[in-house]
T-cell receptor
Framework: DARVTQTPRHKVTEMGQEVTMRCQPI?????VFWYRQTMMQGLELLAY????????DSGMPKDRFSAEMPDATLATLKIQPSEPRDSAVYFC?????????????FGEGSWLTVV | AQSVSQHNHHVILSEAASLELGCNYS??????LFWYVQYPGQHLQLLLK??????LVKGIKGFEAEFIKSKFSFNLRKPSVQWSDTAEYFC???????????FGTGTLLAVQP
């Protein structure tokens, strides 16, 4: 059963530390998304890749966040330095070649707590 | 600007009651519409989607949604809810051939046994 895999599932870190979240998209999917979910803001799109190229990262704070796809099987979201307001659930999602009606599939999320 | 709005933030129902959750979208051009469900502590799962054809879409677990173009709406319905439907429900939209989703703020549904 193909699925999007995210690590770590849970992370507690101290303010100022670097946090790296990893995502393995479903094999063959060429679009990858990073979403952040908080109680206050709901689901926010942070970054969007197509064929490993970043297409839209306008939702991502550029000073501390960075997103990359070193290869087709790995997407990373890095926060450096982390702050308490970054505490959230970070979801990675992937989808097949774009076209009408194509669905994106979500990973189980990385639950981040910055203290 | 592209946006999705959900009017109900919290809904409390008794088992066997009927459910309707509102969703309106603002999108230029062709639009694809989705409802996702998030059970407590879990990831988002697709309930149903609309991209063309019959505006009444049937999804999993007895859910359905109707696309009404004139009202820019895509409301989710279920005739009789169960306790296990307790979850958060998200309406989402993408435009044209892109699968970049914009989400609504979600509706938290609590079903009382």
């Amino acid at each position: 059963d193909a699925r999007v895999t995210q690590t770590p599932r849970h992370k507690v870190t101290e303010m100022g530390q670097e946090v790296t979240m990893r995502c393995q998209p479903i094999l063959g999917h060429n679009t990858v998304f990073w979403y952040r979910q908080t109680m206050m803001q709901g689901l926010e799109l942070l970054a969007y890749f197509r064929n490993r190229a970043p297409l839209d990262d306008s939702g991502m704070p550029k000073d501390r966040f960075s997103a990359e796809m070193p290869d087709a099987t790995l997407a990373t979201l890095k926060i450096q330095p982390s702050e308490p307001r970054d505490s959230a659930v970070y979801f990675c999602a992937s989808g097949p070649v774009e076209g009408r009606g194509n669905t994106i599939y979500f990973g189980e999320g990385s639950w981040l707590t910055v203290v | 600007a592209q946006s999705v709005s959900q009017h109900n933030h919290h809904v409390i129902l008794s088992e066997a009651a009927s459910l309707e959750l509102g969703c309106n979208y603002s999108y230029g051009g062709t639009v694809n519409l989705f409802w996702y469900v998030q059970y407590p502590g879990q990831h988002l799962q697709l309930l149903l989607k609309y991209f063309s054809g019959d505006p009444l879409v049937k999804g999993i677990k007895g859910f359905e949604a109707e696309f009404i173009k004139s009202k820019f709406s895509f409301n989710l319905r279920k005739p009789s809810v169960q306790w296990s439907d307790t979850a958060e429900y998200f309406c989402a939209a993408s435009g044209g051939a892109t699968n970049k989703l914009i989400f609504g703020t979600g509706t938290l549904l609590a079903v009382q046994p």
